[in-house]
């Protein structure tokens, strides 16, 4: 699946597009477990590993505009984004 | 543990005009309803128009307050807390202006004993005032003008002969009165609204903090584990954003979200947002040298500036979201390097960056459409052209040509220029708009308009509520419940204060703040004595702008949002529907109502 990273996530992945080995469609926690197995540094900063969900402030956008809804499969079509909540400056 | 605030209590006020000072301490219930900072500074004002009847104010004449009030967690071992309120008349908007600044000025303002300072009248020949702990000096300030902030600091010390004084200042813009200049110390700026034009409107150039003395702690041992525990919280995930690369990395994640005003907000992405971001001054380090900075006492150090290693480190720009917004995006230009020069020299000259920016973007929209001639600064006023940024504001702070016409803010300049240049003065009540995109942001857009600051980002916070949930759907009666509710909560952080930079470290913010707040000033606040506290400070703040002026007519967003909807990116198509915000913000002065009431 091609996922487009933002902020940290670009930063500690060395690079702004991944491809993490993940059937498709999939769901959140899937895609949650597939991308800190692809990148572990991201387990603890982006990623709380134990209960497979984003640390705050970061976030899984669709195409940039929305987060899935609970139960949604999402593939690379939807443009998956790992974004964080802008805020201040 | 009594219910008695401890901690320095004495409001110092100082008349320019006649060379005097005196001095009152607040009382207890003050404190309890008004917490410091903000609330304290707008408190402060609001019983100065009272007290001296006064309604209609100059901005600029010997009458207009301006105020210092500290954060009551500043110098103590609070993270995130060395902080201070500035409020005064806006001579941008005319309309109630409260800032917030940070670091060893902040600090030191309590270490002179004092909650706050007031500053009246005009002087007869520029000054530096001095407080020296109880004393107060009047000092010619003749020979520091021309110089920036950050020389002020070195030239005060010197004379001083004391490397620990704290220097607030303002550079050649605050001298010369425009409108939206800056006030800095410590290399933190109060930037919005204007400060520093009123500033130089008193002939104050700077002021000189010394002060040694001890602050209070209620609760010593509380205090220390409450802020340990907070601390530890500042250097993990909440805030590493900030660390890491700083809020510039907001650049590409809202230009993916179609969420990043463009050309003066005519368009939403931006085909040149990689070059103007902290990543790409990451990815290119051997170009680029990277400086961290950050206020005293905080853990997070959120400023990241970048310059070419073959120039001067001091020329250093810093790459926040909004400087970097403002002159990057909104005037189409995608050169890191003329956007850093352009912030840098902002910093030198005391300008806001948003307003400076905003005032560039807007007149090169009048070139665009053909109501100006392009040449007004010599190279080309075109959205784009990164050799007009530097022309263009050495032209603002000379007063100079179309300069002086920008120096006034979007608002003036529509008037001076005409046509239909007030459709696209992107302001509200006189403030230029910042870089969230309002026409997407819905909970944003009724903030922004009902902001008492006008265009303020930081003082509405309502961008956060729709930014946590994109996409989703929300009542009316919910979304101005959620601006209130967001509104208060900036309110509380502003006043306490606490930089907002760690609001993700709290679990459950207003339980664990009162648990703070009680612990460094033994007066027992719960969570809901805390949001009383932002509600009354809300009203005030209100209060104030209908005193001295304000109508409901003044809540406008720019006509650009309510008439045309986003150009391009995946939010193409959304507008604002200026009969269904007219009702929204119905409601929400009802419900402003009722918190009276209640």
Known sequence: MTVELFGLARALAGKAVVEIALDEPTDIGAFILALVSAYPEFDGSIIDGARAAFIEPNLLLLDGRRAPVAGETFGSADKPCVVFLASGG | ?598
């Open chain 2, 1 to 598: 543990m009594s219910d008695s605030y401890v901690g320095p209590r004495t409001v110092l006020t100082v008349d320019l005009s006649t060379k005097s000072s005196h001095r009152f301490d607040l009382d207890d219930a003050t404190f309890t309803r008004v917490l410091g900072g903000v609330g304290l500074a707008v408190e402060l004002i609001y019983d100065y128009l009272v007290r001296n009847d006064l309604f209609a104010i100059d901005p600029l004449g010997p009458e207009n307050p301006l105020v210092f009030a500290a954060g009551p967690f500043s110098s103590t071992p609070v993270p995130a807390a060395n902080k201070h309120a500035i409020a005064t008349i806006s001579p941008l908007t005319g309309l109630l202006n409260e800032g917030l600044s940070s670091s060893h000025w902040s600090a030191v303002l309590r270490r002179c004993g004092l909650a706050a300072l007031i500053v009246t009248g005009v002087a007869d020949r520029w000054t530096l005032l001095v407080v020296e702990g109880d004393r107060v000096r009047f000092e010619e300030a003749d020979s520091l003008l021309g110089y920036s902030a950050r020389e002020v600091t070195k030239l005060v010390r010197d004379r001083l002969v004391d490397r620990t004084a704290r220097v607030c200042s303002i550079g050649r813009a605050g001298e010369d009165g425009v409108r939206y200049a800056s006030v800095e110390n410590d290399g933190r700026q109060a930037g919005r609204g204007g400060t520093g034009a009123v500033f130089g409107a008193k002939r104050l150039k700077a002021i000189a903090l010394r002060g040694r003395g001890d602050v209070a702690l209620a609760n010593p041992a509380a205090t220390a584990e409450l802020a340990a525990a907070l601390r530890e919280r500042a250097i993990g995930p909440a805030t590493a954003k900030y660390r890491v690369l700083g809020t510039g990395a907001n650049m590409r994640v809202l230009e993916r979200m179609g969420q990043l005003p463009t050309r003066n907000f005519t368009g939403a992405t931006f085909a040149g947002v990689e070059r103007v971001t902290p990543e790409y001054a990451r990815e290119h380090r051997g170009d680029y040298l990277e400086l961290r900075a950050g206020c005293a006492g905080c853990p997070v150090q959120c400023e990241h500036m970048y310059v070419r290693k073959d120039r001067d480190r001091r020329s250093a720009g810093a790459s926040e979201y909004e400087s970097v917004w403002a002159f990057g995006p909104n005037c189409g230009i995608d050169s890191l390097d003329a956007v850093l020069d352009a912030i840098a020299l902002c910093d030198r000259e005391g300008l806001d960056t948003i307003s400076t920016g905003g005032s560039i973007a807007f007149a090169m929209e009048c070139v665009a459409r053909g109501l100006i001639d392009e040449s007004v600064f010599g190279t080309p006023l075109r959205f784009g052209n990164a050799d007009v940024l530097v022309p263009a504001i050495e032209a603002i702070v000379a007063g100079r040509g179309f300069g002086a016409t920008l120096a006034l803010g979007v608002r003036a300049a529509a008037a001076a220029v005409g046509g239909n240049s007030a459709t696209f003065a992107m302001h509200v009540k006189g403030l230029e708009l910042p870089g969230y995109e309002p026409r997407a942001l819905p909970t944003y857009a009724l903030g922004l308009a009902t902001c008492t600051r006008g265009a303020c980002h930081n003082r509405a916070a309502t961008y956060d509520t729709d930014l946590r949930n994109p996409g989703g759907a929300m009542d009316d009666g919910e979304r101005a419940a959620a601006a209130i509710a967001a509104e208060d909560y900036a309110i509380v952080w502003d006043s306490l204060v606490l930089c907002k930079f760690v609001r993700d470290c709290f679990s459950d913010f207003y339980r664990d703040a009162a648990a703070l707040w009680t612990a460094v000033t033994g007066s027992s606040l719960d969570a809901d004595a805390l949001r009383a506290s932002a509600v009354h400070i809300w009203h005030r703040k209100r209060a104030i702008n209908a005193r001295i002026g304000w109508t409901p007519a003044d809540d406008r967003l720019p006509a650009r949002l309510t008439q045309e909807p986003i150009a391009d990116g995946v939010l193409v198509g959304l507008h604002i529907d200026d009969t269904a915000l007219e009702l929204l913000q119905a409601l929400y002065e009802k419900q402003r109502e009722q918190q009276l009431v209640g």
